[in-house]
């Protein structure tokens, strides 16, 4: 009888087989004016990731281990934000939505892999401007396209294996309601407070991985970039100075938006922190960023502009009129 019992309530346990995203819950105007903002952000982030993408692949002047590195970074932005604005456009047209639990690890995984994998690639690029300006006569020989591809797919394995222990960890606990997520997405902190299971092991777990993922690449961040402020003091022109600076200051703007915002949602959340501004704060990294990283790129980087114009150029040349229109758009993204 009581065997019977015991198992009749482990079974209750694991009743909860979806959950309830709320994402941001106000007025009906207001929820329209996200939706608006939100849509245009993620259009505008798919075609200037898009236009980087394209104008390295297509032009031989920026097939370089950076121009490699930063198409590598627009991929992952748009898979990124991918992954979560589409399902939050949704839910804030039907004012909340249902999700599976399998979706929303599924969600979970592919957000947190890209996540991981920026964390690395950010790494790897600070190493790269470190040889580029530290070892120039040696750089052509370091940063080879088999090495720059190799460290690429170590990142992307990387991010893949790591936020899979997560996944399974997390796929093994038991959640008895509520079932409500006050979230736009599904992050592992919202999944933590409605389990009804012991998270000591994934708590453990995420402590553990901050080594490799947040330590150690930071470590090597700022590491790269003392020895490169070095090296540029040592210059002696002004003008010599200011080019290796600018070579640089692209990717250290990138790394310290994006790790401000990181840090300010898991690493030193503010106590007594509302759910709202958790979700506000959510934004820049899942949203923001990955809008704002072709711009920046784009707006101080000559190599790309001028590319841009000798392509619109090109094609203007020959007639076709459909490019007129993409290259407006091109130019909004890039010279605004």
Not at 9 to 20: C, G, H, M, S, Y
Not at 58 to 63: E, G, Q, R
Request: charged share 10%; hydrophobic share 45%; glycine share 2%.
């Amino acid at each position: 009888m009581n065997v019977k019992k015991k198992e009749h309530d482990e079974n209750n346990l694991t009743a909860v087989t979806e959950f309830f995203l709320l994402a941001f819950q106000a007025s009906q105007d207001l929820q329209i004016l996200l939706y608006c903002l939100l849509l245009l952000v993620y259009c505008g982030t798919l075609c200037g990731n898009l236009l980087i993408i394209t104008l390295v692949a297509i032009s031989k002047n920026l097939h370089t281990p950076m121009y490699f590195f930063i198409s590598q970074l627009s991929i992952s932005d748009i898979l990124l934000t991918t992954t979560i604005v589409p399902n939050t456009l949704h839910i804030l047209l039907s004012n909340g939505g249902a999700i599976t639990f399998i979706n929303c690890l599924t969600q979970f995984y592919f957000f947190s892999v890209f996540e991981v994998f920026e964390c690395f690639l950010l790494t790897v690029m600070s190493y790269d401007r470190y040889v580029a300006i530290c070892n120039p006569l040696r750089y052509t020989t370091i940063m080879t396209s088999r090495r720059c591809v190799i460290l690429a797919t170590i990142s992307w394995f990387l991010g893949f294996f790591i936020i899979l222990i997560n996944i399974i960890t997390t796929s093994e606990l038991r959640f008895c309601g509520p079932n409500v997520i006050d979230h736009f997405y599904c992050d592992l902190v919202p999944l933590l407070e409605l389990s009804c299971s012991d998270t000591f092991i994934i708590q453990l777990e995420i402590y553990l991985q901050s080594i490799p993922i947040i330590i150690i690449p930071i470590t090597i961040i700022v590491m790269s970039y003392t020895y490169i402020i070095l090296a540029i003091l040592r210059i002696p022109s002004s003008i010599g100075r200011q080019k290796a600076f600018s070579t640089c200051s692209s990717h250290l703007i990138v790394v310290s938006i994006y790790y401000s915002t990181l840090f300010s949602v898991y690493i030193f959340p503010t106590k007594g922190q509302t759910v709202t501004i958790s979700k506000i704060l959510s934004l820049p990294y899942t949203v923001i960023t990955p809008f704002i990283n072709p711009i920046i790129y784009s707006l101080r980087n000559k190599d790309i502009k001028k590319v841009v114009q000798e392509t619109l150029h090109k094609h203007q040349s020959r007639g076709e009129i459909y490019f007129f229109f993409v290259r407006k758009s091109f130019l909004y993204l890039l010279f605004l």
